[in-house]
């Protein structure tokens, strides 16, 4: 399949042969390449990550793709919001190339293979959504082969997800670099999410709290309240909110996510947080 350069200004490469050509050319130049890994329904965050890209490579490649993998058969894979057209505008002037395959050229007939992770993903959210780190590990080490970029993107959003890309590609020996970029929030502070389209009027303004609390928590811990006490605590008040049920609210250690033996923090530590207000799920995270 040639690449679509009729759709929209930026060029689109659909399939794995159209992806590795466009880079092929740019490598023949001696360019540099990062890959920014998206769902779509693009938001300011997701533009901060491709403006990271942008400043580190010589050419950008944005993927969208809404992955079937990472999704549990109970959650909100149908419901996703899918903006083609809208994204790629959102990119113009951006992004040299957006990656954008269907689900039969990823996962043709036959596939078998998945690339899964112990310990990184065996808490919060790998209790919460047990299949979802390896539909993540896989379909991101399969765009890193496809495009085999200098560089590869991630927001700090999804720290946990961070996380478990930086240890896949350590351990598979992925000659990419990874890096983060910060979160992206809204005035009051929400987190940018491509699911906060599906919060109610009343709903948002009890979402925007979220991080208010995430943060009081973890100043709190780090004035020396023992972390049990400041978690139970924070985790109420969450619940106070409206929010209807509060899938997890840990303090952890920064990269390998393991919890503290003594109830106070020790060298680099997150907080993170879970929880589920009407049919949204929302998560955060920031540094203690
Ligand atoms: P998604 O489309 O939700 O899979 O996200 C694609 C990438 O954008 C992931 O690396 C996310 O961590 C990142 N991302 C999502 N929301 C934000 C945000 N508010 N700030 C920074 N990065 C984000």
């Not at 042969?17 to 466009?22: C, F, Y």
């Not at 969208?64 to 996703?80: C, G, K, L, R």
Request: glycine share 8%.
């Amino acid at each position: 399949m040639p690449l679509d350069t009729a759709s929209y200004e930026i060029p689109v490469a659909r399939s794995a042969g159209d992806l590795r050509e466009a880079v092929a050319g740019w490598r023949k130049d001696g360019l540099s390449v990062a890959l920014v890994p998206t769902m779509g329904a693009l938001h300011a965050g997701h533009i901060s990550l491709v403006d990271l890209a942008r400043e580190k490579v010589d050419r950008v490649i944005v993927s969208i793709f809404v992955n079937p993998t990472q999704f549990a058969p109970n959650e909100d894979f149908s419901a996703y919001p899918r903006t083609e057209a809208e994204d790629v505008g959102k990119l113009e002037g951006k992004a040299d190339l957006i990656f954008a395959p269907n689900a039969a050229d990823m996962y043709p007939e036959g596939f078998s293979t998945t690339v899964s992770l112990t310990g990184v993903t065996e808490s919060l959210e790998g209790t919460f959504r047990p299949t979802h780190f390896a539909g993540v590990a896989t379909v991101v080490a399969k765009l890193i082969l496809r495009a085999l970029p200098d560089i590869a993107i991630f927001g700090e959003k999804d720290w946990q997800q961070l996380m478990v890309i930086r240890r896949m590609v350590a351990d598979l020996d992925i000659p990419v670099k990874i890096l983060g970029g910060p979160i992206m929030r809204e005035a009051d502070g929400l987190a940018m999410s491509s699911r906060n389209v599906y919060l109610t009027p009343e709903e948002r303004k009890a979402a925007g709290q979220l991080n208010v609390i995430l943060r009081e928590t973890a100043d709190a811990v780090a004035k020396g309240t023992p972390i049990s006490k400041a978690t139970a605590e924070g985790g109420k008040r969450i619940l106070a909110l409206g929010f209807d049920k509060l899938d997890y609210l840990e303090v952890r250690d920064a990269a390998s996510l393991a919890a503290f033996q003594g109830d106070k923090p020790e060298g680099s530590a997150r907080i993170l947080v879970a929880a589920k207000i009407g049919r949204t799920r929302l998560i955060d995270n920031m540094p203690v």
